[in-house]
């Protein structure tokens, strides 16, 4: 069974303080490792999809990095509209569970001037 | 381009009824996710169709649900003789193909009382 961990739960950040999320998973074949951000009301806003191993992607303040074990979510000098609940996922290539996504539970970013 | 939209944003029912949740993917998609989201509790997959084929309806969690889509287009979870613990956000994502990235609607957010 897909598995996903994401840590830490919550992280709190002055303006320009870099950080990283990270997300943890176990899965059988990997199909790609997703990355959305969610804010309070709303939809899971898409934000980035790695591949494989030593893949990375960026998006303004954003890096998303992959290796056979975790993701991370670099965050650079962030300002307070970064704030949001950030979620990891996998699609795994197990038969019969292929095409859904198993997510984590979150870490909630919450930048402040 | 639109996105993924559903109704009610929000819907309050008593224990017992019956209810009815919509979805209108993005157009051309042809792949159509339900998730579900409780307090505190990661995404969890419900149902996903693609195209004319069999739905794969693993992650339904009791007989009460149940969900179709017609033309390939629009899809209505329905949730039977609702209980409390019912209560939480449910979200549709629709990709063009099975293993595309995944584009989330609002949500509709369902209380059980």
């Known amino acids: 069974e897909d598995q996903v961990t994401q840590s830490p739960e919550a992280l709190r950040l002055q303006e320009g303080e870099s950080s990283s999320l990270n997300c943890s998973y176990t899965?059988?074949?990997?199909?790609?490792l997703f990355w959305y951000r969610q804010d309070p009301g709303k939809g899971p806003e898409f934000l980035f999809t790695?591949?494989?191993a030593g893949e990375e992607k960026e998006k303004e303040r954003l890096k998303a990095t992959l290796t056979k074990k975790e993701s991370f979510l670099h965050i650079t000098a962030p300002k307070p509209e970064d704030s949001a609940t950030y979620l990891c996922?996998?699609?795994?290539?197990?038969?019969?569970?292929?095409?859904?996504?198993?997510f984590g539970t979150g870490t909630q970013l919450k930048v402040e001037l | 381009g639109a996105g993924v939209s559903q109704s009610p944003s929000n819907k309050v029912t008593e224990k017992g009824k019956d209810v009815e949740l919509r979805c209108d993917p993005i157009s051309g998609h042809t792949a159509l996710y339900w998730y579900r989201q409780s307090l505190g509790q990661g995404l969890e997959f419900l149902i996903y169709f693609q195209g004319n084929s069999a739905p794969d309806k693993s992650g339904l969690p009791s007989d009460r649900f149940s969900a179709e889509r017609t033309g390939g287009s629009v899809s209505t979870l329905t949730i039977q003789r609702t209980q409390q613990e019912d209560s939480a956000v449910y979200l549709c994502?629709?990709?063009?193909?099975?293993?595309?990235?995944?584009?989330f609607g609002p949500g509709t957010r369902l209380l059980v009382l």
């Open positions: 994502a629709s990709s063009l193909q099975k293993q595309e990235t995944q584009y």
């Open positions: 899965v059988s074949g990997l199909r790609g």
């Open positions: 790695l591949y494989s």
């Open positions: 996922a996998v699609q795994g290539g197990v038969t019969g569970g292929g095409n859904k996504l198993t």
